[in-house]
C-alpha cells in the first residue's frame, strides 16, 4: 500500500494557499511528528501516517487549512500527552476547538454493545453540531481506520464495522458525501457479511468482460442520439457499489448473474434544461418503467443531491437505470457538504449553504429535548437518517417527513394544536384513514375539529417523536387533570363530613404542610395523588383534625353548589370529570343513580339500587344526577331471552321501532333447549324510553326476561 507523506498534501496546497498557511500546516506536521515519536499502528507502520493520510483525505476534499491541521493533529490529545490547552496556543483557538471535538468523540469509541454505540453517538452529534468540520475530520478518520480494520483483533472488526454502517455511512449520506458512503458501507460488508462481500467479488470478476461490452453498447446509443440532438454530455456506466448489491440481492432475493440490475449509468450536461432534454431523449428511445421516475431537481433531497433518475427497458430488454445532472450537481452529488469549500470564501459554521440541512437543526433541537442516550440514538437513526418522504400542504408549502409518517405526524410538524384537534386527513383530496402511510408528492390536508382531543392509540402508528411526545403529553397532562380535581372532589367531601371540627383550621395551609410530610414538591402533584389513590382522603383528613376531635361519620352530600353537566350527568362539584357508565347495570335517565369516583378514571355512574354499590369503598361515592336539559343519547345494548319460534325477530325489532327507537346493531344465539337469546343495541335517552320498550317487548309471544347488560 502506497505510504502517504506529507509532500503529497503540501503539492496539492501550495498553488492555492498563501504561505502562512503553508507553515501552519508544515508545523502541524513537525508537532504531530514529534509527540506521537516512536508510537506504531497495528499494522506495524509508524503511526504519524495515520495522521498524514487522514489529512490528505480532507485536502483532496478541498477542506479548508485548519480543518486540515486539525486532521493532523486529530490523536494528538488522546493518544499523547499533548493538552488542548497547547494546542490552543500554537495553533490558535480555531483549531484547538476542531481538535477537542474530535477527541470527546473519540474518547467514547468501542466500549461495547448498543449503550456505547448510543452514547457515541449522542457526543459524536453534540460535537458536530458546533462545527460541522468536526465530523468531517471523524468521517476521514473511520475511513482510514476502515481501510486498515484488517490489522485489528476479529472482535473489533465486526464492533467497529457494525458502528461504521449504522452510524458513519449514514451520516457521511446526509452530509451528502457520497463517496465516503459507498467506501464505508463496502468496507463494513467485508467484516460483517465476509462470505457474501467474496460472493459479489468473485461474480462480478466473472461477468468482467461481459460487462465491460454491455455498458459500451449502450454508451454508444446515447451518445449517438445526443449527437443528434447537438447536446455535449458525459456519459459513464458503473457498476453500483458492493453494499447497495448486497442490499438489492437480499431485497429482491435475486442473484448477481442478473448483471444489469447492478449497472448504473449517469448523464452529465451543461444545464438543468438540458437535463430534461436528455430525460426526453432517454424516454422516447427506451420505454421508462412508471414509478421509478425520480426528478431530484425541482425536488433535492435534503442532503442537497439533485438529479433525474429514472429506469428504462434498454437495448437489450433489461432494466436500466440513468441518472441525469449537471456538472454542478454532480460535483454536490459526490461530495456533499464539503463541495462547499470549494465554492465559499467565507466559510463559517453560520454559512447559509449549512442552513440547507435541515436535518441537523433538527438534531440540535432533539439533543435538547431528549435527555436519554438510547432514546435519542433510536430518534435519530430513525428519523433524521432514514429516508424522506416529501408531502405538500393545501398553501403547497413542502413538508419533509420520515418514511412511514402518516397524517397525524404531518399534523403535528405544522402545529402542536393541529394534531391536537386532528380528526381526520384527506390526501390529494380523498379522506384516508389517520394510521394511512404517507407517499411523496401526497397533498395533505388536516381536518380538526375543536372539541377533537390525542388518541392514545395513535401512539401505535405515529413514526416521529415530535408527534408521539406532544400526544404523551396531553394525555398525561389530561390524566393529572382529572386526578386533580378527583383528589379535590374526595377532600372537599371529608372536609365538608368534618365542616365543625375543622372549623379553626386553616386548611390550605395544612394541607401544603401535609404534602411536604408526604414528600411531594407541590399541593397540586399531592392532591392528584389523592385522586389516583395512592393517598386516601381520611388519612389526609386524620392529619387535618384537631388532636383532640374524634372523628365521626356524617352522611350527609353537599347541595346547590355550582354545577357543571357532563355526558348528561350533573355532579356535585365544579370539577371537569370524565363520566363513565357502569357497565353492571347501565342506569338511564329517570333512574336513580350515584356516582363513584374510580382511581385514573373519573367518575363511574351507577343506578342506586345496582347490586354492586354495596362492595364499593363509601368514601368514594358522591352525589350525582341527571341533566335534565340535556338530550344525549346511549347506547345500550339489551339481552332478551325467548322461545324461538318463526317471526320471533321480526316481531322484537317492530316493537323496538313502535317506540320510536333505533336499533344500531343485534345479534342472535340460539340455545340448544331452543331458546332465543339475543342482544340489540339500541339508541336510548331516558329511563322511561326504556320502560316503555319493556312492556312492548313484554308482549311480544314468547320472550321470557329483558335485562340491561
Ligand atoms: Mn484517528
Redesign the pocket.
Known sequence: MYRVRINDILDKLMPVSSPEEISIVNKAYIYSAKVHQGQTRLSGEPYLV??IT?AKILTDMSMDIPTIVTGLL??VVEDTYTTIEEIEKMFGKEIAVLVDGVTKI?KLEFKSKQQKVAENFRKLIVATTNDIRVIIVKLA?RLH?MRTLEFMPEHKQIAIAQETLDIYAPLANRLGISWIKSELEDLSLKYLKPAEYENIKRKIKEIHGEKDKYINDVIKIIRRNLDYYKIEGDISGRMKHFYSIYKKMVKRNIDISQIYDILAFRIIVKTVQECYQVLGIIHSLWKPIPGRFKDFIAMPKSNMYQSLHTTVIGPFGDFIEIQIRTEEMHKIAEEGIAAHWLYKENKTKDDESFKVFNWLRQVMELKDDIGDANQFFSTVKNEVLSDSVYVFTPAGELIELPVGATPIDFAYSIHTGVGNKCIGAKVNGAIVPLRYELKTGDRVEIITSKNARPNKDWLQFVKTSKARNKIRQFIKKESFDTNVSIGKALLEKVIAEHKTELENVNIEKSLREVAKDFNFVDVDTFIASIGYGKISAKQVINRLLPEDVKKKEVKHFKEDKKSKSFTGVIIDDESNYMVNFGKCCNPLPGEDIIGFITRGKGVTIHSANCKNIPNLDPERLIQVKWDDSSAEKRIIKLKVIAKDRKGLLLEMTNAISDVGLNMTNVHIDTTEDGRAVSFFYIEMQSSSEYKLLVNKLNKVSGVLSIEKV
Open positions: 495515520h495522521p487522514v486529530h490523536d473519540s478518520d481506520n
